[in-house]
C-alpha cells in the first residue's frame, strides 16, 4: 500500500502507532498495511527512527522510550511510571521489562544505568511500557537495593 499524497491512510498509520506507544515491530507495520519500499520511505524521510534490526519509533518519542526498545524491552517500574505521569522519583536508572528468557543486548552501556525486570509473561501495557497498575506492583519491589523481579 502506497503512502503518497493519501492523507487518510497517513492518519491511520499515526493513530496504529500512538495506540502502540509510538513503537512499532516490522511486524506490526506490515499489519497495518506499510511494505518493506514505505518503511525504508518513512525512516529516510524522518517519520519513523529505525532503534534496532525490525524494532521502530516515531520521532518524538519519549528518550526513555526510545532507549528501552533500543535494549530489547519496553518501560517498567519507575521510568513507566513517569512516562505515564506519576509523581515519582529518578533514581538515575532506566527500568526495562524483558522476557525472562531474553539476554542481555551487546552494546548495552553501563550496566548500573539500566534495571533490568524479568517477566515471565508480558505485563500489560503497550510497546512503549507496561501499564501504571503493573509499574507501582513492580516498584513496590523494587525500592532501594531490593531484587527486582
Do not use: K, N
Not at 15 to 35: F, K, N, P, Y
Not at 90 to 113: K, Q, T, Y
Amino acid at each position: 500500500m502506497r503512502v503518497g499524497g493519501d492523507h487518510g491512510f497517513v492518519t491511520s498509520w499515526q493513530m496504529a502507532m500512538a495506540r502502540s506507544g509510538h513503537v512499532a515491530s516490522t511486524r506490526d507495520l506490515h499489519r497495518i498495511g506499510l511494505s518493506d519500499v514505505d518503511i525504508r520511505m518513512f525512516v529516510s524521510y524522518g517519520r519513523l527512527v529505525r532503534v534496532r534490526i525490525g524494532w521502530y519509533v516515531t520521532p518524538g518519542v519519549d528518550a526513555a522510550v526510545r532507549e528501552a526498545v533500543r535494549l530489547g524491552g519496553r518501560l517498567a517500574c519507575f521510568s513507566a511510571l513517569r512516562l505515564r505521569g506519576a509523581p515519582v522519583g529518578d533514581d538515575g536508572r532506566l527500568h526495562i521489562e524483558l522476557p525472562a528468557h531474553a539476554v542481555r543486548r551487546p552494546g548495552a552501556g553501563d550496566p548500573s544505568a539500566v534495571r533490568v525486570h524479568r517477566a515471565r509473561r508480558p505485563s500489560s501495557g503497550d510497546r512503549a511500557a507496561v501499564d501504571i497498575a503493573a509499574a507501582w506492583r513492580v516498584a513496590r519491589t523494587c525500592v532501594g537495593s531490593a531484587p527486582c523481579r
